[in-house]
């Protein structure tokens, strides 16, 4: 059975950093591409950062590029999401997925997912 936990989210002001993480079980952590979705109030889930299980190939949305940083420990089956110098539109719920292919931002390509965990980024 596979499992993605969130952790890391919470309230924080602008220009504030936060670090959510991912622990991921019961998945071949050679899996595919690992991403950072989020959801903001009334909005479609949109792709935030995808990294391949080798950590070469990474993605950011142009909205974060600069700002945040995705990243995974293999040994710990962890992926992770630095955020700084955030922005009230940031806010959001953010969840972590996994996909069987690497290289892909597509959300409908993200088979697993976890249960997401709330961003608020205050003004």
């Known amino acids: 059975q596979v499992q993605l936990v969130e952790s890391g989210g919470g309230l924080v002001q602008a220009g504030g950093s936060l670090r959510l993480s991912c622990a991921a079980s019961?998945?071949?952590?050679?899996?595919?591409?690992m991403g950072w979705f989020r959801q903001a109030p009334g909005k479609e889930r949109e792709v935030v950062a995808a990294i391949n299980w080798g950590g070469r190939w990474t993605y950011y949305a142009d909205s974060v590029k600069g700002r945040f940083t995705i990243s995974r420990d293999n040994a710990k089956n962890t992926v992770y999401l630095q955020m700084n110098s955030l922005r009230p539109e940031d806010t959001g719920v953010y969840y972590c997925?996994?996909?069987?292919?690497?290289?892909?931002?597509?959300?409908?390509?993200?088979?697993?997912w976890g249960q997401g965990t709330q961003v608020t980024v205050s003004s």
């Open positions: 019961g998945l071949t952590f050679s899996y595919g591409a």
């Open positions: 997925a996994a996909a069987p292919i690497g290289g892909t931002t597509t959300k409908d390509s993200y088979k697993y």
